[in-house]
């Protein structure tokens, strides 16, 4: 079955695709979507609101409905829907990454930015795990694909989800819907808009939802990785005259999350060798059942408590022809991580528990301001300045208990701490506290120059001037598993000191540990940057475009600042640059019912930022590094048919192939050999689905859907050791999820049900190295299991 599904979705070569999208220039956002034609695509990939097939640059959309027909209505859940997008679950959003074309950057460092930038209403949002939340009431995902730091900033250096909310409308309406998912997971969700006076109008939305989980925890007798969500959004739309609009939204959510559970899914396996062991481990754990092991035994539940608000205000001001923008915005974003890294029940001789809590406080204030002309003439321009400046601070205790054997306790059997036969325990316990500053300042301009009807030149400069700070502070009595000593800024002095009198950097940096002073180590670094692009683009014909464009990526510096810094890791981390080039051909075939865009890229990537794992005390950890250069190549295509009024097709394919040019190891580590996949890049991924609706002329319509996709196997442990990246490729496999339902001829009512994951196709998101006795984690994320749910939804 699994070929069948491989071979017609490649055969069909379709991308995820959707309805308008809200304009985020001086167009009110209803009043552009009531201007497309039927079945254009709007987007605002280059700060206007324009047809899709008219933009260079490879985009793909996800509409709205098909956001809430997923399993959750997220950008996890979008990753499935377009094949470009690959997303890194993780035990807490802070660590979760997005990965583009192959490229995106995984980090646990406080000091480092995502490669893929997440955009909301216009507002950049300076960590992606402020987006991993519930995307409700959302008109439109547009996926921008490569290079888009011209417009949108340096942390666009692999690309940009713009995501658009539904805008409020002069008009009386509302919506409330409820879903149940088996096991216990219920969603709830409404919206009322209102207009408040002749030129102002709003719009409210409220969500909640909770879910027991996909695992069981045999220590607490619970189900885990579930969660509780809730959250609400106003938003006023004030547009007195064709020259003023001013939009103002305010947001809130709180998630409760007992995920995500690292599951013990295969036997003891020595070191980097593959070969399996024997461990005691073994009978502390559940069964290890590869990708269908669905229980853990833990005595602390793996979790992440998350609030975030924020504030934000869009004026356009028409200055003659042209439109002066302004968005300033204000985001608060917490998150505590607790964590189970011992994956045990209690502690034992030879296995000692670690429990984290890692409570982190993120503020972010940005200020865009920007002038465009109108769209469509001989020359169309926008140009303005952008300042951001995101602070994060993290507060991460390690507590461990740790014991031996007292004198004639048997061998060969688990001893638990804190039994006759165990000696007593200690308790290792070491407090960081750290945290950085990020500053940007920007100045940007973009050009379109239509040199005849049907030639057009487009090029574009940013200039940019980043500020990093970052401090440290490691207090400890006493080391123990996966806790270094006491480093501070005294401990650093005196670590340099060592180093210059010709120490080893490890042996300075354990003797250089007596010496603390309880004063935070402090540094800093600036950098310069100018990057930009060029495109050139040809009208063949009213209905096919082709493009061509070089784009000059950048991301800035970084440091790698976690729990675990010591001297050797306080270096700069260098900023990330690209090159990238994309060739690209728009097509409306058969009247503008179908849509076919294809795009092929090339992208080498400097100075790498990267994760590579390592043993840091017995524990694993990842050192954040300029890995050296990758490249990323490959062909997309994209496609949106309506072969009838009722009738939708839409889906897409990739061919990514990205890989290590040249790994530049970190110091003490290993070099990941040339031509080694970059993590979560499968080399063929592809999504298609189709929706039709009957209408049977009686008292209820019919409506059916499915929706399908597959990628082949990806790299999740981007590791030097062969035979780790081995173990931790996730394998190939398809999804096929299926709809049906009944609503009303206007749209009143509706009642959907859904299947999801017909054929119960069990994977991982994630596998991971260093569990007990060296065996290996998986992360087992809701959609791999089989499981039905109804929606119900009543709009007036």
Request: hydrophobic share 40%.
């Amino acid at each position: 079955m699994k070929s069948v599904l491989y071979v017609s979705v490649a055969a069909l070569a379709l991308v995820s695709s959707a309805t308008a999208a809200l304009a985020q220039d001086a167009a009110p956002a209803d009043a552009a979507a009531d201007e497309q034609a039927p079945g254009e695509i709007v987007v605002t990939a280059q700060k206007r609101s324009e047809s899709l097939q008219s933009v260079p640059v490879a985009v793909s959309v996800v509409s709205g409905d098909s956001l809430a027909a997923a399993s959750r209505p997220s950008i996890e859940s979008a990753a499935q829907l377009v094949p470009s997008l690959n997303f890194l679950k993780s035990g807490t959003t802070l660590n979760q990454t997005i990965f583009l074309r192959g490229v995106g950057t995984a980090t646990f460092s406080i000091a480092g930015e995502p490669s893929v930038s997440t955009v909301v209403d216009g507002v950049v949002y300076a960590r992606s795990g402020e987006a991993f939340s519930d995307m409700v009431d959302i008109n439109q995902i547009e996926v921008l694909r490569g290079p888009q730091g011209t417009l949108f900033g340096k942390n666009a250096s692999a690309g940009v989800i713009n995501i658009t909310t539904q805008m409020p409308r002069h008009e009386l309406g509302g919506s409330v819907e409820a879903s149940y998912f088996d096991r216990n997971e219920y969603r709830v969700k409404g919206m009322v808009n209102a207009p408040l006076g002749e030129n102002l109008a709003a719009r409210f939305t409220g969500f909640y939802g909770e879910y027991d989980g996909n695992i069981r925890n045999t220590a607490t007798n619970q189900w885990v990785n579930g969660y509780k969500h809730w959250g609400a959004r106003a938003q006023f739309l004030y547009d007195p005259s064709s020259d003023f609009r001013l939009y103002l939204t305010a947001d809130y959510h709180r998630n409760d999350d007992d995920c995500c559970a690292d599951i013990i899914a295969t036997p003891p396996i020595v070191g980097g060798t593959g070969l399996p062991t024997t461990g005691l481990s073994t009978s502390a754990l559940p069964a290890p059942l590869g990708a269908n092991t669905r229980a853990v035994n833990q005595n602390l539940v793996t979790a992440t408590k998350e609030e975030g608000w924020g504030l934000s205000a869009q004026a356009d001001i028409a200055l003659g022809e042209n439109t002066l923008t302004s968005i300033t915005a204000y985001r608060k974003w917490d998150n505590t991580e607790i964590r189970d890294g011992d994956w045990l029940d209690k502690a034992y001789v030879g296995y000692n528990q670690l429990h984290d809590n890692g409570p982190q406080t993120s503020n972010t204030f940005t200020q865009e301001l920007r002038l465009t002309s109108p769209g469509g003439k001989e020359l169309s321009w926008v140009v303005g300045g952008y300042f951001s400046r995101a602070f994060s601070e993290r507060v991460f205790t390690r507590n461990d208990v740790v014991c031996t054997a007292a004198v004639g306790a048997p061998t060969g059997v688990l001893i638990p701490c804190g039994s006759v036969n165990a000696n007593a325990s200690t308790l290792p316990s070491a407090t960081a506290d750290f945290g950085s500053t990020f500053k940007n300042y920007a100045l940007f301009g973009q050009a379109t120059v239509r040199a005849s009807d049907a030639f057009r030149v487009i090029a574009g400069i940013r200039y940019s001037h980043d500020e990093l700070n970052v401090f440290h502070k490691r207090v400890t009595t006493l080391t123990g598993p996966g806790i270094q000593p006491s480093f501070d800024q005294g401990v650093y002095d005196e670590y340099v000191r060592l180093v210059n009198l010709g120490t080893s950097p490890t042996t300075a940096a354990t003797n250089a540990a007596a010496l603390a002073n309880g004063v935070p180590f402090r540094t800093g670094t600036k950098k310069d940057n100018v990057s930009g692009k060029v495109a050139m683009q040809y009208d063949f014909s009213r209905n096919i475009m082709g493009y061509a464009s070089f784009a000059r990526g950048y991301k800035g510096p970084a440091y790698n600042i976690f729990f675990n810094l010591t001297g050797t890791g306080t270096n700069v981390i260098e900023a990330e640059t690209s090159d990238a080039f994309e060739l690209g051909l728009k097509n409306r075939l058969f009247d503008g019912a179908m849509t076919l865009n294809i795009a092929g890229f090339y992208a080498k990537y400097h100075n790498f930022q990267a994760n590579n794992p390592d043993l840091v005390s017995g524990v694993v950890v990842t050192r954040f590094t300029n890995a050296g250069e990758v490249s990323t190549r490959g062909v997309e295509v994209d496609l949106n048919w309506r072969p009838a009024r009722d009738l939708s097709v839409v889906g897409g394919v990739a061919y990514t192939d990205a890989h290590v040019d040249a790994f530049k190891a970190p110091a003490g580590g290993a070099a990941i050999p040339a031509g080694t996949p970059l993590g979560y890049a499968p080399k063929w991924k592809g999504s298609l689905s189709a929706d039709y609706r009957v209408r049977t002329g009686g008292f209820a319509d019919v409506f059916l859907g499915s929706q399908m996709n597959f990628q082949s196997s990806q790299l999740s442990l981007f590791a030097a050791n062969a035979v780790q990246r081995q173990l931790g490729t996730i394998p190939a496999y398809a999804l096929l999820n299926l709809q049906a339902g009944i609503g009303d001829p206007e749209d009143h009512w509706k009642l959907m049900f859904q299947v999801r994951n017909v054929f119960d196709k069990a994977y991982p998101a994630a596998i991971i190295n260093g569990g007990p006795d060296g065996a290996y984690r998986y992360q087992i994320p809701r959609d791999a299991d089989r499981y039905w749910g109804v929606t119900g939804k009543v709009s007036f």
